[in-house]
């Protein structure tokens, strides 16, 4: 009862920020994401009659506390829908450089997802893998798909028509995004917990929401059409309107640092001299770029020489989740 399987992170480019259920992890919009290439998760699950309570390890380190309870709720999940009482050892290795900035939580979870359920004798098609995906992180069940996904939040109270679905694959499109990373010692607050912050308090939200569905329609035909300017014209406004939210939330807050902004800048000034590129970050100081691969050299090079960047990692659209032999 063993299974391994590798799952790549994902970035949103109409964001998922606010949920309606927070048990069932249900969205107030629905989210759009690229499956990137470059950072992934594989993670090996073993169900054993010996056990006697599950263990996590990630990258060699036994997990105890809050990450390992998500964890072993999850796991609970997966043994509620094969109607077995049965533990599990689960390891896991990052490739997704976690001072990037990505949750490693999507990649985390739909690869935990499609091991765990594959070892314990369950067979899900990809729409029951992101359904029940959905409910390790949100954001998880956009991973499950390559290319473009789209999370469709459902109009059901118990979570079954909340799952992601394929836009285009992997092959449709040869779009990049460069990881531009910061130095950061700024307490940060968790997507979670600024998410809740946002809807409980902010009255900037209902705008949010009502402004989605044109954003959405809007970038899908951008994609469908592999019309670049667009498809980052409308991230990069999504993104910003995300993150206007949360000066609106009581406290307020941002994600922003002084280097966040330069980098902004330094994208619109990119536009500016003819290179087309644009911005999204998602809950945290970090930007993410789309550019194109003609622009590849310059767009790195000019990122890499802004003050205070202390990285710039690349990838290329990636493709779901995979099984891997044990
Ligand atoms: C996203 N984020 O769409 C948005 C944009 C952050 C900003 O999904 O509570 O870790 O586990 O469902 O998925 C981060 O939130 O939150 C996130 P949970 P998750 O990628």
Redesign the pocket.
């Given at each position: 009862m063993k299974a391994t399987a590798k799952a790549h992170t994902?970035?949103?480019l109409?964001?998922?920020?606010g949920?309606r259920d927070e048990t069932l992890?249900l969205p107030t919009n629905n989210?759009l994401?690229v499956t990137l290439d470059g950072f992934y998760t594989t993670t090996s699950v073993e169900f054993n009659e010996q056990f006697t309570k599950d263990t996590f390890v990630l990258d060699d380190v036994s997990i105890a506390g809050e990450q390992y309870q998500r964890v072993a709720n999850f796991l609970n999940l997966v043994r509620q829908l094969a109607g077995k009482e049965i533990y599990a050892e689960v390891k896991s290795t990052n490739a997704v450089p976690t001072a990037a900035g990505f949750?490693s939580?999507?990649s985390g979870?739909a690869a935990l997802a499609a091991a765990s359920t594959k070892a314990i004798g369950l067979k899900l098609d990809n729409t029951e893998l992101s359904r029940l995906t959905?409910q390790?992180?949100?954001?998880?069940c956009?991973s499950i798909f390559g290319g473009f996904a789209e999370w469709k939040k459902g109009e059901k109270d118990d979570g079954t028509d909340s799952f992601a679905v394929p836009i285009t694959p992997k092959e449709h499109w040869d779009i990049r995004v460069a990881a531009v990373v910061l130095s950061s010692k700024m307490k940060k607050v968790s997507?979670?917990e600024g998410?809740k912050r946002t809807v409980d308090t902010s009255p900037f939200f209902q705008g949010w929401v009502d402004s989605i569905p044109t954003d959405l329609a809007e970038i899908k035909e951008g994609i469908f059409a592999k019309d670049f300017e667009k498809v980052g014209q409308i991230a990069e406004a999504n993104c910003l309107k995300?993150h206007a939210t949360t000066l609106g939330a009581q406290p307020p807050f941002t994600y922003w640092l002084d280097t966040t902004v330069t980098v902004m800048q330094t994208v619109r000034a990119l536009r500016e001299q003819g290179i087309p590129a644009y911005f999204t970050i998602?809950?945290g100081p970090n930007v993410k770029v789309l550019y194109l691969p003609e622009n590849e050299e310059e767009v790195q090079s000019t990122l890499r020489n802004i003050p205070g960047v202390t990285d710039v990692k690349l990838s290329r659209v990636g493709q779901g989740i995979t099984y891997l032999e044990d």
């Open positions: 994902n970035i949103a109409i964001k998922y920020w949920k992890i989210s994401s949750a939580s999507a979870f959905r390790g992180s949100g954001s998880a956009r997507s979670r998410m995300m998602d809950a």
